[in-house]
């Protein structure tokens, strides 16, 4: 090989290595988000006396504050228990919602008693569920210290937008409460308040 072939040679070498730097460094970095996942402690599920559902209930659970601490001042007064009726709806416009809270459980966890720090007023509250999922009550309490119980009966619903409740207008939206299991590797919980 002559020297003016050996250096196009290494010349050519040495742009193929520049090239190969120059591409690596500009592609994007893959970043993995994993779900945060919460510690498994169970506990026993605890119910206030006079709550409408006397059936056998979970022993245990594993529980969820609220990220949002409400205190409703007065005595709370369970209402009778409705039955719930499972039927996919749309979800409201956006500019319609005025609060809303996620919480995702696994499977693993069993039943998880996931509570929401609303404080806000609206006339209907929303459930978004991304994983197929037991749903077993929900206690919506308002700062009136009522306190409504939705019986969803222990049934498996699928993915979906449901409506949970209709609110009365002159009703403040205290805190919600869910008791559900998921039935997917991860359910994806998502309580809406719509005006």
């Known amino acids: 090989m002559t020297k003016l072939t050996l250096k196009s040679f290494a010349l050519g070498i040495i742009l193929v290595a520049l090239y190969a730097t120059n591409t690596s460094a500009q592609r994007r970095r893959v970043v993995v988000v994993h779900p945060v996942r919460h510690p498994v402690a169970r506990t026993h ?36 228990a409705l039955r719930w009726r499972a039927g996919i709806v749309p979800l409201p416009p956006k500019e ?10 696994g499977r693993d966890e069993e039943w998880v008693d996931t509570n929401y720090g609303v404080d806000a007023s609206g006339s209907a509250l929303y459930l978004d569920m991304s994983g197929k999922t037991k749903l ?16 969803f009966n222990e049934e498996t619903h699928e993915p979906g937008v449901y409506k949970l409740l209709d609110v009365k207008a002159d009703q ?18 998502t309580v809406y308040l719509s005006k």
Do not use: M, Y
């Open 136 to 151: 077993n009550f929900a206690e919506v309490a308002f700062d009136d210290g009522h306190v409504q119980v939705v019986d």
């Open 96 to 105: 319609r919602i005025v609060w809303t809270d996620t919480e995702t459980i």
């Open 45 to 80: 599920l605890a119910l206030r006396p006079g709550h409408p559902i006397h059936r056998v209930l979970p022993a245990n659970v594993v529980v969820r504050t609220a990220r949002r601490t409400v205190v409703v001042h007065r005595p709370l007064v369970f209402l009778p």
């Open 172 to 189: 403040h939206v205290a805190t919600v409460r869910i008791l559900a299991r998921s039935e997917s590797d991860d359910s994806k919980l």
